[in-house]
T-cell receptor
Framework: EAQVTQNPRYLITVTGKKLTVTCSQN?????MSWYRQDPGLGLRQIYY???????DKGDVPEGYKVSRKEKRNFPLILESPSPNQTSLYFC???????????????????FGDGTRLSIL | AQKVTQAQTEISVVEKEDVTLDCVYE???????LFWYKQPPSGELVFLIR??????QNEISGRYSWNFQKSTSSFNFTITASQVVDSAVYFC?????????????FGTGTRLLVSP
């Protein structure tokens, strides 16, 4: 079954304790991305990756790190979590988000089930 | 700047009523894509539709229909004969960027409550 898998689904932790949220997709997608969802703000992009070893900042990258050593995995790292990072996090992947003339880009992103993080 | 506005924060209807969720977008791109996603109470995000800026044809899928109007920069979503299972938060999104990499900009979502 084609899917994006995030772990953990729920986590309560304390300020300053490093944590990693894993994301894995089995669809051989090039593009992967992390979003956070907060009430009244919708989803905002944290980081994205166009392919292995290619990552870039989204709209709200502060306090987060990512890596893309393998095509299927895109972990989100919070080196020193703070309470303002309490949120619902989604990982997403798609075949491509690139657009060139004649190419049917912007394939729909497939989302994981979300990770609810609470930083105390 | 690219922006998506979903002015309706929450809509409540009774089962079998029709309901329209509004989405207004802003972009300087001539080529762009619009999306709708559904987030049911269980929390996952479900892709509903993708539409590119060159295709203004309305689309119908069962009880769902979408009305794309470039003249008003709107991409509205109508549910006909709503059902309790339609209760969810619905997000409209716009792909931004003129060349090369694209990314999604989401609206703030509209919560739809369908009561029996």
């Amino acid at each position: 079954e084609a899917q994006v898998t995030q772990n953990p689904r729920y986590l309560i932790t304390v300020t300053g304790k490093k944590l990693t949220v894993t994301c894995s997709q089995n669809m051989n997608h090039e593009y992967m991305s992390w979003y956070r969802q907060d009430p009244g703000l919708g989803l905002r992009q944290i980081y994205y990756s166009m392919n292995v070893e290619v990552t870039d900042k989204g709209d709200v990258p502060e306090g987060y790190k990512v890596s893309r050593k393998e095509k299927r995995n895109f972990p989100l790292i919070l080196e020193s979590p703070s309470p303002n990072q309490t949120s619902l996090y989604f990982c997403a992947s798609s075949l491509s988000m690139r657009r060139f003339p004649g190419e049917d880009g912007n394939q729909p992103q497939h989302f994981g089930d979300g990770t609810r993080l609470s930083i105390l | 700047a690219q922006k998506v506005t979903q002015a309706q924060t929450e809509i409540s209807v009774v089962e079998k009523e029709d309901v329209t969720l509004d989405c207004v977008y802003e972009t300087r791109d001539t080529t762009y894509y619009l999306f709708w996603y559904k987030q049911p109470p269980s929390g996952e995000l479900v892709f509903l539709i993708r539409r590119n800026s060159f295709d203004e044809q309305n689309e119908i899928s069962g009880r769902y229909s979408w009305n794309f109007q470039k003249s008003t920069s709107s991409f509205n979503f109508t549910i006909t004969a709503s059902q309790v299972v339609d209760s969810a938060v619905y997000f409209c999104a716009l792909s931004q960027g003129n060349t090369g990499f694209q990314k999604l900009v989401f609206g703030t979502g509209t919560r739809l409550l369908v009561s029996p």
